[in-house]
């Protein structure tokens, strides 16, 4: 019986022990999914999971980096880690640390530009950007086979996660080559019947800046109609990039008489440049029009806009949509 107790007893030490010395020595990673302490952890450019894992550590994110390299390799997510300076917990496990290097929300590097904005517009974000190193110095230019050395349409709206240091240059370079991307996938490159890809181009960023995306093939559908019978676009759109507006309900006599190229009410045929960066739903929309015989359009209140080839229904619409305007519809 004693020899029981003893062996009982010495297997107790023993498995005591055993596991202390597991928890201390063996256990690779962390139990906890949070933690209120966090600290900042810079990704760089061309980060592989080494690197990354051993960043982790280094901050005290993860208990071993080969507790996150094990981790990282074994998920295919991983991959969409981006550059930044991350916000993550302290002493969490691999796995939560991958989450949160995943969420965007906690990338101080992440900067995001909505469709349809100008380029002026978007190169006043980066020069202006504390994330960002100088200012733009206007040397970049699109693809030779668009023909032109004008950025706008070209700065693709999208979010971006920066590494620190990033010149504006480089932020550039980057909208530049993810529109490449847009456009192989849209088919853009090809363009569409007779056209370009830069007058597709130009077109699609028109559709964006008329309609929802719901809308895009038939207006762009609106706008091939017309230049194929020689009728004036007459886009308030255009007028309003050509007098750094946005969102006229309507526009005025004096408005519409702007001489410039824009001005689609005066000048026949497409405006100089694209009006904006059109996203890819808009580039697609370009390439692939609705089929129709439409000539007008007109947002008759919101989420409703309607389609005719006879000018006696759009003036019907007209007046439903003064209507509509006057009742506040608008606002």
Request: proline letters at 4%; charged letters at 20%; hydrophobic letters at 40%.
């Amino acid at each position: 019986m004693k020899q029981l107790l003893k062996a009982i007893a010495s297997s107790l030490i023993f498995t005591f022990f055993a596991v202390n010395i597991h928890n201390a020595f063996l256990l690779i990673d962390y139990r906890a999914t949070s933690n209120p302490t966090k600290v900042e952890v810079v990704i760089n450019n061309g980060d592989n999971g080494l690197i990354i894992a051993q960043s982790l550590y280094k901050a005290g994110v993860v208990k071993t980096a080969k507790a996150f390299y094990r981790v990282a390799l074994s998920q295919k997510r991983s991959t969409g880690i981006s550059p930044g300076i991350h916000t993550i917990d302290t002493k969490i496990s691999a796995k939560s640390a991958l989450d949160q290097l995943l969420d965007t929300k906690r990338n101080k590097g992440v900067l995001g530009f909505a469709e349809g904005l100008r380029a002026y517009e978007v190169v006043s974000i980066l020069d202006n950007s504390n994330l960002l190193s100088g200012k733009y110095s206007g040397n970049l230019t699109p693809d030779k086979k668009y023909g032109t050395n004008n950025l706008e349409g070209f700065l693709f709206p999208a979010q971006y996660a920066f590494a620190p240091k990033t010149t504006v240059d480089q932020a550039i370079a980057a909208m530049l080559l993810r529109f490449e991307s847009a456009a192989k996938e849209s088919e853009l490159d090809k363009c569409w019947g007779k056209y370009t890809p830069y007058q597709c181009l130009i077109i699609a960023s028109i559709a964006q800046a008329e309609g929802d995306s719901q809308d895009y093939a038939k207006i762009a559908r609106v706008i091939y109609n017309r230049l194929e019978i020689g009728m004036p676009l007459q886009m308030n759109t255009t007028v309003e990039y050509a007098a750094k507006l946005r969102g006229q309900i309507r526009m005025s006599y004096k408005q519409l008489e702007i001489n410039s190229k824009y001005n689609t009410y005066k000048f026949r045929g497409l405006p100089p440049t694209p009006i904006g960066n059109p996203g890819e739903a808009a580039m697609k929309a370009s390439v692939n029009p609705a089929d129709g015989d439409w000539l007008f359009f007109i947002t008759v209140k919101p989420q409703d806009t309607r389609f005719t080839k006879s000018i006696a229904q759009f003036n019907i619409w007209a007046d439903e949509f003064r209507k509509n305007e006057k009742a506040g519809l608008f606002k």
